[in-house]
């Protein structure tokens, strides 16, 4: 059976990010206007607006961490415009380690990413690792 074509876009966006391929994610994965809303109660947490705005966002993390973040999909569930990965986070920072698992919903219109939500399972953790 092939994998349904949200599955390979939402894979696709965390394998760019794991590689900084910044071009190929804007150029071929995110929509002219995606919206990632960010949770929390931290520095970061925000909607982010357009290809800019949310590659500022993801090359921040990216940079911040010295690029040991990581985050690794572990179970997707699709519907036709959605898809839910349930992924684990990794990263390093000032000495201090976060891992973290949760959920990112996608919500894909026309092949692009258009916007994401980002369901942390300890937000106040991730918040203090990013804004301390």
Request: no cysteine; charged share 30%.
């Given at each position: ?55 500022g966002y993801l090359k921040h993390l990216a ?70």
């Amino acid at each position: 059976m092939a994998e349904h074509p949200n599955i390979t876009i939402a894979g696709n966006s965390y394998d760019a990010m794991a590689k900084a391929n910044w071009d190929y994610l804007r150029d071929e994965l995110l929509a002219d206007d995606v919206v990632f809303h960010v949770p929390g109660r931290g520095s970061l947490a925000r909607d982010y607006r357009g290809k800019d705005e949310v590659l500022g966002y993801l090359k921040h993390l990216a940079q911040s961490t010295g690029d040991t973040l990581r985050m690794e999909p572990r179970t997707f569930l699709v519907g036709d415009d959605h898809v839910a990965t349930m992924l684990r986070v990794f990263a390093e920072r000032q000495g201090r380690v976060l891992e973290d698992t949760g959920l990112q919903v996608y919500r894909v219109t026309e092949g692009k990413i258009s916007e994401r939500w980002s369901y942390p399972d300890n937000p106040d953790a991730v918040d203090a690792f990013f804004t301390s």
